[in-house]
């Protein structure tokens, strides 16, 4: 209030402080209201820490992030802004919008943007809290550093692993279908089976993955030194359940 007063532009203290222009002149217009509803607190850097609710968005955004995002820093690193960036395949809009949708539920007070590039699009978002909401981030890609959960995030993983595993699939993830000729007496036949596979060069992603996959009885295998595979027809049908193929 104090950089509104002084004569900068309410756009330019919302770069700076990273709260909304909207939120910005409803502390200005309505003063006091605003304590009570911080729509861009942040849950971790509060005083008494909580989880970023819903919870069950955060596993999901958390599994995308670990399969397809960053966080970096956006412009002058003094303003302390960050950008989270999702990659994103046009071939699917659904997960998209999905996607969207997630970034939207645990930052509400941000605008959610669309970065388009070649044969895929960036989901943005730009808040100081990135960092504290996901801290995972780091220079450099995910599998030349440790990825480890903080216990808050176990808590959240755990009690959504379906969430969760469904965020990996939908980034780094895919489900095919194998089709196999079987020659018999009247002639060849064929079988169609699905499959799903995960594929990630961080060990640590992957150890993830099948943690939630184990706490979801699903049953899996390492097909590759960085591939996941999801084969028995019982495993497919449980993660169809929640994760199903890319829309
Ligand atoms: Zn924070």
Redesign the pocket.
Known sequence: MALIESGETVRAVSLRIGVSVRTLREWYEHPGRGRQNLPSA?P??AGIPSLPEPTSEYAYLLGLYLGDGCISRNGDPAKGIWVLRIACADAWPGLLAECKQAVRAIRPDNKVGRVRSDGCSYVTSYS??WP??IPQHGPGEKHHRTIELEPWQRLITSRHPDRFARGLFHSDGCRFTNRVRRPLADGDHWYEYPRYMLTNESADILGLCGAALDQLGVSWRYSRRNTISVARREAVARLDEFVGPKY
Do not use: E, S, V
């Open positions: 942040c971790r850097c100081r809290h504290c909401l």
